[in-house]
């Protein structure tokens, strides 16, 4: 039933929280890429919750480009090997790297940039579809 090996500091809201505000995401962006059910309301909530459900914390990580189990055993000693080997994009789980570094971190942020500037234009184009049938239900 309850997992033995479960990390007693690992809080999952807490690290859902730090990952999107390092990926400079908004709450409101977050809810928006989760659908018509979620507003920003409710990832506040989430984020304050110790265990986060499977299927929700899996969408979350696929939303932020990020592997669950990153969300799920996040704690401050393994930060700097998960930011590792996602900048490197090593398919292994080595906190340690002797070789060059192969992808450019730079790149890696400019792409999560690109990608945050296409969410919100989308968000924007929703808005604008809403504002528009409003205008003509008032009509």
Known sequence: MAHTTSNPKIHEGRNLKRFRELLSLKQEALAF???EDW???KISLLEQREKIDSDILEQVAA????????IRNFDEDQAINI???TFNDSPFGNSTNYGPVH???VDKIMQ????KIALY???????DEMM???????K
């Open 33 to 35: 890429e989760l659908g």
């Open 103 to 105: 992808s450019n971190p």
């Open 63 to 70: 939303i932020l480009k990020i592997p669950a189990e990153a």
């Open 132 to 138: 528009g049938r409003l205008e003509r239900l008032v």
């Open 121 to 127: 234009e989308r968000m924007l184009k929703k808005k």
């Open 39 to 41: 507003n920003q309301q």
């Open 112 to 115: 999560l940039h690109e990608e």
């Open 83 to 85: 930011i590792t080997n």
